[in-house]
Structures are given as C-alpha cells and as structure tokens.
C-alpha cells in the first residue's frame, strides 16, 4: 500500500512538473524561460565600454526571444508606427577623431546589429521614412570609418528604415560631387522603395543625435552650424554639407546638375533650383544643427573650378535639360560590406 501511495505521489509530481514546463515553453512572454538575455548584450557593451560608447546604445533591444518561440510561419502582424519623437534620443554626443580606428574594428561594433549593405530598420515599430544616404566619395576610407562608427547609431536611435550608399568617383579625373549624388539616388532607387535622400559629405558628423536625418515639407539643410565656422552658418543660402530632399523634391529639381566639375558652386546651384521650382528650405535650431568635420586639406583632382560660379548664374536656363534627365555614367563595381554600400562608377570625367 505504501509503495502504491509513494508511485502515485511521483507520478502525479512528474504530472506536475510536465504542465508546467509546458505552459512556460508555450506562455507569450518568453523571457519566463529565457530571463534577460537580450539585456545581457546591452549591460555586457556598458561594462566594457563604459560611456564612451553612449551613443551607440540602442535602448531599445529587439524581442529577439519571442520570434524564437513563435511556431507558425504566418506573417508577423504589422508594427506600429515609431513615434514621432524617438524615445532613444541622447542629445549632445561626444565626438572626437584623434582616436584611430579601422574599418575591421567598427564592423566589429556595429556588424552584428546592422544587414548587408549598411541597412537598418527599427525592430519593434514601423520607420516614418525610409531613408537613404548617399555618400560622394573617393580616396577618403578613414573618413569613412569615422563618419560610419558614429552615424549609424544615431540613424538607429531615430528609428529610420535605412541605407548607407557610398559612390565612389573611380579613375582620378576631375571629381564630381554632384553627379556623384544624383547615381546615388538612381542607383539606391533600384534597391529599395526609398522616400527620403539624405545628400551627406563624408567629413560631416553631428554632435546631437536630436538633428532628425529625416525629410519634411520642404528640402531641408542639416549641416547649419559646423565647428570649422565657428557653428556659424555661412550664408542663409548654404546648402552643402548635408542637405535633404523626398524623391518627390529631388524629382521636382530634376536632381543635381551633372556639370560641375572640380570643387565649388554645385550646392548653391541646387539650392537655386529649390527656388525655381518654388519650394524654399527649411532648417533645424542652430543649437541642435551641429557638426564637427574632419580636418582636411584640398584633394587631388578638386580643385576650385571658376566656371561652376559663373553656372550658377544660369540655373534657370539650365534645370530643364541638365540633372537627372540627362544623366549618363557606367557602374564598375557594387560592393555589399555590412556597414555599407560601395557602388563604384566611372563618371566620364571631361
Ligand atoms: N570628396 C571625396 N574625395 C575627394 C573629394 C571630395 O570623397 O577627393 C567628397 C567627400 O565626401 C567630401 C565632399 O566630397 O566631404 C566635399 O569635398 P570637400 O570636403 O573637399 O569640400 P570642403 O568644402 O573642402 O569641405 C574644400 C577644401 C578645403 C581645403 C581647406 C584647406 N585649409
Ligand atoms: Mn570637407
């Protein structure tokens, strides 16, 4: 009789113990059974890195344990959309390029939380915008690894569906900005259904993570207050540096001009073109629009060209024929590394 008592009593222990392990494994909050581990990655980062790398925190860590629990393949219910003001935000960031860093060692930070190509979206809410980035570029790798190390981020803390489109100018002829910024835009275009072209030179970081790389109502110039002048906006045309256009805008304007060879005016053609076109530009506050840039001097194959200031006397006349509808270049290579994408193009530099 004891030995009948004792059997029952295991059996209906093991009982016990079964439902339990059960409900845990099926319940909706996962992390019953996994305790803390997308918080271990956050605190671990902390612990080695301490502040200084405050502004790559993303605070917000993807659920990844509730899509491992999840059992069927029925399409995930849509997201809701980011708020309007991204809770993540940190404001002032601490920004320095003294410290030498390799491109090996930033994919090292960043690679595991970003896709192929330099591509990011917010795990836990749907983008307002989807953004690409294009980036003019030759021969400026350390740039690069700098400006990537500290913009994506600050792309990820304000929760964009994002690109990072690197076009670089091959062969050494006279380099073109521009024509650089309008393949970026077709050429990104063909990827992804972007809505809003951020137009970024390589050697511009923001130091507040509050100026939003995102479009509105009206172009928008980011780059308002950089630390080689002073924080002081050069004129109230100035639109280099970082500048902001919807596919609808940047239609609009016909793009870029494909003529501007060497350094200068480019720019403040395209700002003419706003106007033509009757839109005006819109600008963040001055005390959130800051920039640090890296220190530099005049690249080869840039250098001032007098005829692009005499060009922009023309725009008017020239809007119609000379942007994206006459745009003519050969890609040579498309590269996909994690922290972005390198699309190489041959220009037909005069
Ligand atoms: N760029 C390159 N490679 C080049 C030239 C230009 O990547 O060889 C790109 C890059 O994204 C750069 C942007 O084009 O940020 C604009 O060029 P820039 O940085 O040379 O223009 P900026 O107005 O400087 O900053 C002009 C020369 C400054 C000389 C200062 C000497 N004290
Ligand atoms: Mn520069």
Redesign the pocket.
Known sequence: MKKKITIILALSALFTLTCFTVFLLHSKDASLVFPSLPQQVVKGSRRVFGKMMDHIRVKKIPDVSRKTAATSAQPAPPLDPCPDSPLSLVGPLLVEFETIRSLQWVRNQLGSVLQQGGRHKPPDCTARQKVAVI??????YE?LTHWLYYLHPVLMRQQLDYGVYVIN?DGDGA?N?AKLMNIGFVEALKEYDYDCFVFS????VPIDDRNLYRCSDHPRHLSVAIDKFNYRLSSVTAF?GVSLLTKEQFLKVNGFSNTFWG?GGEDDDLYNRIIVRGMSITRPDAGIAKYK?IK???????EVNPENAVKTQKTAENIETDGLNSLNFTVKEILKDVLFTLISVDVQAP
């Open positions: 980036i003019p570029f030759r021969n400026r740039h100018q380099f900005r030179d390589v050697d511009l280099g350094w840039m530099h001097g005049r690249d080869l194959h840039n």
